[in-house]
């Protein structure tokens, strides 16, 4: 449709009818009619109101959605289409590892092809925008949906948030092609700096933190196209982001520029009363309105009361109609006036559901999200020689639950389990395991999934369980019996997948005492562990790590995880992934994360006594394993390492570079394998304290034993600049260091002037 036509649609709309293009309620209210929108929201939209709203979530499938857009065609007095969006975060019915973990591939292109997977689904199934990527930038992993975001460096998460827009959306600028779906960024903004890892509640951070840290991802992510951006629940500096008009109008619409449809997050607008912002519901309407929020997310507070406020005077319709017009202008985008089923079809569905293409590439980025952390000894445990007896023991053997919190419309069913895995494998390969379950995945696994107490006692330890004796547990005597007659154990161990992911905080971060109860038992019967952690967050893995010889961390590896993780373990595939948020010591040591800023008292490493230093009496400052980490099969050197220049000149306080570095990476080990080279630079610090490294360019590389490669790194003005307080990119003069190596602890810096 032409812009024009778009208009006089506009313009032949009643108040209501424009009001209703702004309401986005559950797709369950299509279904059955009612639903329980787990909010306490405002009643539920009669017949007629139903016939109006202008797009709905939660429901997907060829069929379904072509049965509802067709009668909600029929029945909307200008047959306006709906829009049908849906969390589609790490993939629709084929589940690719969480976000965190394709954070540690450090691949933009593998985050672009799962993406472009996970769309090819989504639109074959008649969905129109996914509410993704989430580009919040984290720091504290009892937040639970740290395994949501790509991880703490505002660096890779903007380089990987770009990818998965073009990966959602196509990267052909204005309009989502055909098999892509409309890509809706979140949580804007600054949702991970949630205080104490709790959701829903503020982020007090200062301008510069907020520009310098948490805005740059998403800021890129509309470069590269994202038609939409969800206002997040936390408030910042006290104003919840929802009604923050300095976040959303001076910020998002007039610096950015932003013209696409912002939407609020699930009753994130009645929130603005709850938290007492505002008086009540109206009043939420019109702040949200009045900040430019479009569409109402389940809260109906626009439903209620938007149309009153037009008409008095207290919203302008001029106002109401930007915000529809940016409505109607997506719906226009995606071509849906003029093919509002945009082809889709139940055999076309059924060809594109977890085709042997999606299954492959799951499978594949399994490999590259994996991460190694330990592998010792003169003949390391991993990969397993064939000829090693091998059990199998853990609650993830035969767990199909792989997929990860937000992976809503996954089926368990589809997913490979370790253990189907290692049989199929072991049929091919004429080998034999052993399998044991060894003790259940949480302290409450029996109380079973269903009753509301389960679901929050299921995973409330208690705090000093009865010691037991192994005797008294069949399923622990048959563990140990299990590892006592093989060479190797695979301890399949991790959080339930329902222990991170939305309002799943925690307050401890290790391990279920039942699975580290039974990894001690393991231990004592043998002590050639590999330890294999499933897991939605970094946790406190000291223990796991002092009793096992190879710990391989898996994250939540999605419905290929099985496979994924028989490649890894056999040598067929090598773990690509380099950690993308600090794996921390403890959790007294959270929040810990690379790019911090410098102290007036740092802490040398070799200080003995750490009084009247920043540091802590009982424990390291540093991670147990620090950001950009992670091992492979075989081994590399990082050297050569030189600048292109000693000193560069800064033009007109913006413009700096290019500046190249050069380095040579050479693999010294055994085996073909990758590694990523990653390039940290350390700004000088100006009128404010800058980070003592930030990343700024990374390499992912494969080379064959003995094969050297030289790798040029080219930063220019972006590399240089900061965003400074009126939101403009500015560079400050004076010695700029670099270091270059395999992960956040590199301390090899050379110095450049920047005059
Ligand atoms: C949830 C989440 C948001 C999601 C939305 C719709 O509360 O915060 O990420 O997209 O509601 O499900």
Known sequence: MK??????????????????????????????????????????????????????????????????????????????????????????????????????????????????AAAAESAASGLHVTFAPMLDLVRDPRWGRVME???????????????????????????????????????FAAYGAAEAGRDYTGADLGGRQLREFYLPAYREALNAGADMVMSSFNAIDGIPATGNEELLRSTLREAWGFEGVLISDWNSVGELATRGVCSDLRQAAKLAMHCGVDIDMCSFAYARHLEALVREGEITEAQLDSAVFRVLEL?????????????????????????????????????????????????????????????FIGPYVDSKELHGAWAVSTDPEDTVSIRQAAEEFARV????????????????????????????????????????????????KEAVAAAESAETVVACLGEHRLMSGEGASRGELTLPEDQ????????????????????????????????????LLVWMPGTEGGNGILDLLTGSAEPGGRLSMSMPYCLGQVPVY??????????????????????????????????????????????GFELGAEKAELRNAAEAGPVTVRAMVKNIGPRCGQTVVQLY????????????????????????????????????????????ADGSLHADKGTYRFTVGLNSESEDWKSLELL
């Open 429 to 476: 390969q004429g080998r034999q395991f052993i399998f044991s379950k060894g003790c259940r995945m949480t302290c409450r696994e029996d109380l079973g999934p269903k009753s509301e107490e389960s679901a929050v006692m299921a995973f409330r330890e208690d705090a000093f369980p009865p010691q037991i004796e192994i005797s008294d547990d069949p399923m622990l």
């Open 594 to 639: 690379y790019n911090h800023f410098n102290t007036g008292r740092p802490k040398a490493e070799n200080t003995k006594i750490p009084y009247y230093v920043s540091a802590y009496i009982d424990i390291p400052n540093s991670p147990l394993f620090p950001f950009g980490y992670g091992l492979g099969y075989t081994d590399f050197s990082v050297s």
């Open 516 to 551: 580290l109860k039974l990894l001690r038992s393991l231990q004592l019967a043998n002590r050639n562990i590999v330890s294999v952690i499933f897991t939605g967050r970094p946790l406190d893995l000291r223990e796991v790590c002092a009793l096992s010889r190879s710990v």
């Open 331 to 391: 719906k226009n985008r995606l071509k849906l006036f003029e093919d509002p089923l945009r082809g889709v079809t139940p055999a076309g569905e059924e060809r594109t559901i977890l085709s042997p293409v999606s299954r492959a590439l799951a499978r594949k980025a399994v490999c590259e999200c994996s991460v190694l952390l330990k592998n010792t000894g003169k003949q390391p445990l991993l990969p397993i020689a064939p000829e090693r007896k091998t059990a």
């Open 149 to 187: 975001s790509f991880g703490e460096d505002p660096f890779l998460n903007a380089k990987l948030g770009k990818a998965s827009v073009e990966g959602f959306r196509g990267c052909d600028g204005k309009m989502p092609e055909k098999g892509r779906v409309a890509s809706c960024i979140k949580h």
């Open 3 to 116: 812009e024009e036509q778009l208009r006089d649609l506009l313009n032949s709309m009643s108040l209501k009818e424009k009001v209703f293009q702004l309401v986005q309620i559950p797709g369950q209210y299509f279904l059955s009619g009612v639903a329980d929108t787990g909010t306490k929201t405002d009643g539920r939209p009669t017949d007629e109101e139903l016939a109006l709203v202008g797009s709905t979530l939660g429901i997907f499938g060829a069929k379904t959605t072509a049965d509802i857009q067709m009668q909600h065609l029929k029945r909307h007095p200008h047959h306006i289409p709906l829009l049908f969006m849906h969390d589609v975060v790490h993939g629709l019915r084929t589940a690719f590892p969480i976000p965190l973990a394709l954070g540690a591939s450090f691949s933009p292109e593998l985050v672009k092809q799962c993406s472009a």
């Open 681 to 724: 630079m350390r700004r000088p610090s100006a009128e404010a304290l800058t980070p003592v490294k930030e990343l700024k360019a990374f390499q992912k590389l494969a080379l064959d034993p003995g094969e050297e490669r030289e790798l040029v790194f080219t930063l220019g003005s972006d590399a240089f600049c900061h965003v400074s």
